[in-house]
C-alpha cells in the first residue's frame, strides 16, 4: 500500500515494539518518517517530557522536511502497583511519560499542524485507559488520560484539518509487555492474560502499526475522536468454557 505517499510522519518511542513496527510500516507506505525516542537508534533522542526539546525535533522535522502530516505517538512506560503502596516518585514517572508526554508531543505537532490546516495525530493509549487492572492505579489513569486528552483534541482541531485519534492495544508482544509477564514465577498469570485475548494469543507490534497507518492515512478521513481497540477480543466479554462444558463446541 502506498496511502502515505508524499507525506512526513513523526514517530515517538520508534526505538523498540509498537513505535519501531509504526515507523516500519509508515515508511513502507511511502511516508518520510523521523524517529523519536529516549533510547539510542533514533533521528532524535529526545525525552518526551522534555518540552524544549520535542520543540526542537518538530521545528527541525519541518525545517528539513518542509511539512508534518501524521504524528504517532507511541513513547511510554509500564509501571504502577496497588495505590496504598505507590510512591508518590512511581506515579510521576509513570503519569509524567504518558500524559504529559502526550501533551507535549501533540501540543507541538498541533502547532505546525494548524499552520498547514492539516495533519493526523494518532496516540497510543491502552485497554487499560478504558478499564481497571489489578495494580493498573499510575498506568491506568494516565492511559484514561490519553484517551480523554485525544477526544478533547479532536473537539478543538476538527475545523482546522487535524484528525486526533488513539489505539487502545491489548496485549502486544514487545519488550514493556515480557518485563512484566516473562519474569519467573509469573507463567500461571502470562498464560491467564494470554488466554484473556479471544484470539488465544498475545498481539504483534504489526498489528497496531496497521492500524495506525489507516488512522494516519485519508483512509480513515471522517474519523476522529476514536479510540480504536486492537485487543484481539480482550475486551468483548468473559469466555469461561460454557459453550465446551456442555458440548456445543
Ligand atoms: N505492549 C503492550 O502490551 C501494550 C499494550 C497497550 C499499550 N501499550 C503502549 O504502547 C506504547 C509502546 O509500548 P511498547 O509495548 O512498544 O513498549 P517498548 O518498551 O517496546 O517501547 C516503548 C518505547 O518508549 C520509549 N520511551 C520510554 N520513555 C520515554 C521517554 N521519557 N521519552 C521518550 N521515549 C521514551 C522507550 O525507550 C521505548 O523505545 C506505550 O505507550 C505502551 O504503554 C503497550
Redesign the pocket.
Known sequence: MDRLVGTVAVV????????AACAVRLAAEGAIVAT????DGVDYV????DEAAIEAAFADVVGTHGRLDAVVH?????GGGPVHLLEQDEWDRVVD??MK?TYLVDKHAAIHMLAAGRGSIVN?????GLEGTEGGSAYNAS?GGVVTLTKSMAIDYGRKGIRVNCIC????D????RDIVAAPGLECYRDAMRDAHLLGRFGR?EEIAAAAAFLASDDASFITGHSLVVDGGFTAGLQVGLLEQIGLM
Open positions: 515517538t518511542g520508534g526505538a523498540s515494539g509498537i513505535g523519536v525516542d529516549i533510547a529526545v525525552d518526551v517530557r507511541a513513547a511510554g512506560v509500564a511519560i504518558n508526554g497510543i493509549s491502552s485497554i487499560e492511559k492495544p491489548g496485549g502486544i514487545t519488550p514493556l509487555l507490534p
